[in-house]
């Protein structure tokens, strides 16, 4: 299984940006998909999750920004993240598993390589 993440970026505050994370591969091995941060000197920590049937859990300081979505028909899930703000910044990694709807990384098997969201 791979996932491939793209659509990283430098924004502004209050700016935009949707993240995609493609799955190739034993597809049908993922159930649960999830989107961890790092910046840097942190750990990584789970931002958003989301099973096949679009059950959803978000890390608290990210509700109403954040929308996490997939597309099971292309194997490819995203990141929508709105009113961006400096905190934000991180790399951002895609994960995928089989354990259940969770932000924690012990859960997750399969990883992206990541990309850089820099908000300024």
């Known amino acids: 299984v791979q996932l491939v993440e793209s659509g990283g970026g430098s924004v502004q505050a209050g700016g935009s940006l949707k993240l995609s994370c493609a799955v190739s591969?034993?597809?049908?091995?993922?159930?649960?998909m999830a989107w961890f941060r790092q910046a840097p000197g942190k750990e990584r920590e789970g931002v958003a999750a989301?099973?096949?049937?679009?059950?959803?859990d978000y890390k608290e300081s990210v509700k109403g920004r954040f929308a996490i979505s997939n597309d099971n028909a292309k194997n490819t899930f995203y990141l929508q993240m709105n009113s961006l703000k400096p905190e934000d910044t991180a790399m951002y990694y895609c994960a995928g598993g089989n354990y259940g709807l969770s932000r924690l990384q012990a859960e997750y098997i399969y990883w992206g390589q990541g990309t850089q969201v820099t908000v300024s």
């Open positions: 989301i099973d096949r049937l679009g059950n959803t």
């Open positions: 591969g034993a597809t049908y091995a993922i159930r649960y």
